[in-house]
């Protein structure tokens, strides 16, 4: 490596680390710490679970630290060489502020890549472990066991009386919850059959997975038929076995925050929810689902938009107003990020275009700076 990009880099690492602490120390005393101190005051949660919910849900909040110390430590380091008159010194021997700002870029890269890989392969499960754990102690079902008023509609393709075909609901499941893998007061209609129309109600139905089918207990079959006149029959069972995927299962267990799933499961969990007769719940996901692949690229943008404003001449500026321009910077970026994010789950853009369309803009802004800043 060369020796400049060593000593740039040397000069970068340890901003970058306070900047982490720092980030994440705020970010955890806002979205974590007070919560757990009102529960052990409230809800008798003792004091070695909140600390094992903190520790849990400790990564979460450091990849939201990571774009945020990206920005200071280069904003920071690039001001005090500046300041120091350094950068002036690098000028004159003919090395371009591009090629000063390399460095920077290059660990910005680095932290996109941690940052990605801490949001796929380790805040999904230690947010569900949190959850599951804060919630045992306070006496409420683990996440995806209970749930209130699960819903599912099924779609398929009908032959009509007149021999067409035709795409439409066939089934519509609705559970009044589901407790402990068992749903409890429900309702199943069956409108796959041109002609007939079927109802179920149970006390209770569960998956049976050897059969592969739902088993239904206690309840009653009510079978309209307006083939020779309008007729209906009806019948009680104790035990009914019905031919339905386990979808409405799934979709019941899925987490309702996109954080804790990783890329794969929100990929199946908005197919599901695609095919249940949820467009805007599936809309929102594809959203959610870009982020995960474009918020890791904010610590590209933060690092070339912290290295382009602290390499300019005469930059010098002080911990302190470094750490207020970035909180400025990160503020008026996650402000654009929302509201591209909310037209995109209204369906007033694309998802690709909700999540990367701030990137993009930020990216243009900091190769300006960065290409003013070198004239």
Known sequence: MPLIDRWLLGELIGPLLFGIGAFTAVSLSVGTVFDLVRRIAESGLSVGIALQVLALELPSFLVLSFPMATLMACLLTYSKLSGNSELTALRSVGVTTWRMVLPALALALAMTLLTFGFNEAVVP????????????????????????????????????????????????????????????????????????????????????EPE?????????????????????????????????????????????????????????AERLLRESGDPQAARKLRVRIQEKFSFPAVCLVFGLLGSSLGVRPNGRRSRSQGFGISVLLIFGYYVVAFSFSAMGVNGALTPQLAAWLPVAIFLVIGAGLLRQASR
């Open 212 to 268: 592969a089918m739902w088993e239904f207990l206690n309840g009653k079959l009510y079978v309209v038929s307006a083939q020779g006149g309008e007729s209906i029959t009806s019948a009680r069972f104790d035990r009914y076995l019905y031919p339905l995927g386990n979808q409405p299962l799934r979709v019941a267990q899925l987490p309702t925050d996109a954080e804790m799933l990783t890329i794969g499961q929100a990929r199946t």
């Open 125 to 208: 499960h230690t947010l569900l472990q949190a959850e599951a754990t804060r919630d045992r102690a306070v006496g409420r079902a683990v996440v995806g066991e209970d749930r209130q008023r699960v819903s599912y509609s099924q779609f398929g393709t009908v032959t009509q009386p007149d021999g067409s075909r035709e795409r439409t609901l066939t089934h519509f499941f609705y559970a009044q919850r589901l407790n402990q893998g068992v749903m409890e007061q429900v309702t199943v209609l069956d409108l796959s059959q041109p002609g007939q129309r079927l109802m179920l109600t149970a006390e209770e139905g569960r998956w049976n």
